[in-house]
């Protein structure tokens, strides 16, 4: 099985900074077709998940575009070039290469 | 509008059983696989099962193979999780969403769409 591991688990942030999370699977994500079968959700605080980014770097559609995913293989990384306070939530990692999915054990973004 | 709908949450003791349902408009339900995932606040976000777009192959995470069921009823929009012999780690926020598509070949775009969810307690 998979094994995703994000890091932070916390992250403070202060608006207007960028932010940064990093996310580590166990085995390769890329399949061989080229792609790499990792996605980015937020779940927002009493809100059902949402995906940011899927296959490591598409922004799913209407979300802004300071949310960015790059990496490849087993590293990758979720960047906000500016945070704003409506980012607070809990954002997850996923590997899409098994069935049924992994995910990281999320990392909590709030205001500093 | 695109959109599921869950149902079928509450409370029961340990050992007993549930059926949650969910609801799909607003696109093709046939032509997509779905998944169910559940939360909880300790352990966070887990897929619990998958079930290819015609019914044909179902997946399940570990910890509730023989316990749960995933099915669906494309006649009717609908997807379905069965789930017996409940214990209290099965206590969750259970959402389900649309999975990859299918016409033909696989394309894969997220789980780009979820429900806003129905609450499992397992309790004495």
């Known amino acids: 099985d998979i094994v995703m591991t994000q890091s932070p688990l916390s992250l403070p942030v202060t608006p207007g900074e960028p932010a940064s999370i990093s996310c580590k699977s166990s085995?390769?994500?890329?399949?061989?077709?080229?792609?790499?079968?990792l996605d980015w959700y937020l779940q927002k605080p009493g809100q059902s998940p949402h995906l940011l980014i899927y296959?490591?770097?598409n922004r799913a559609s209407g979300v802004p575009d300071r949310f960015s995913g790059s990496g490849s293989g087993t590293d990758f990384t979720l960047k906000i070039s500016r945070v704003e306070a409506e980012d607070v939530g809990i954002y997850y990692c996923?590997?899409?290469?098994?069935?049924?999915?992994?995910f990281g054990q999320g990392t909590k973004v709030e205001i500093k | 509008e695109v959109q599921l709908v869950e149902s079928g949450g509450g409370s029961v003791q340990p050992g007993g059983s549930l059926r949650l349902s969910c609801l799909a408009s607003?696109?093709?339900?046939?032509?997509?696989?779905m998944t169910w995932v559940r939360h909880t606040p300790g352990k966070g976000l887990e897929c619990v099962a998958n079930?290819?777009?015609?019914?044909?192959?179902?997946y399940y995470v570990d910890s509730v193979k023989g316990r749960f069921t995933i099915s669906r009823d494309n006649a009717k929009n609908s997807l379905y999780l069965q789930m017996n012999n409940l214990r209290a780690e099965d206590t969750a926020v259970y959402y389900c969403?649309?999975?990859?598509?299918?016409?033909?070949?696989?394309?894969?775009?997220?789980?780009?769409?979820w429900g806003q969810g129905t609450t499992v307690t397992v309790s004495s």
């Open positions: 969403a649309r999975d990859r598509l299918v016409t033909g070949r696989h394309y894969y775009y997220g789980l780009g769409v």
């Open positions: 085995q390769s994500l890329l399949h061989r077709n080229g792609k790499n079968y």
């Open positions: 296959l490591a770097s």
């Open positions: 607003g696109f093709t339900f046939s032509s997509y696989w």
């Open positions: 996923m590997e899409a290469l098994q069935t049924p999915q992994t």
């Open positions: 079930i290819e777009h015609d019914g044909s192959e179902k």
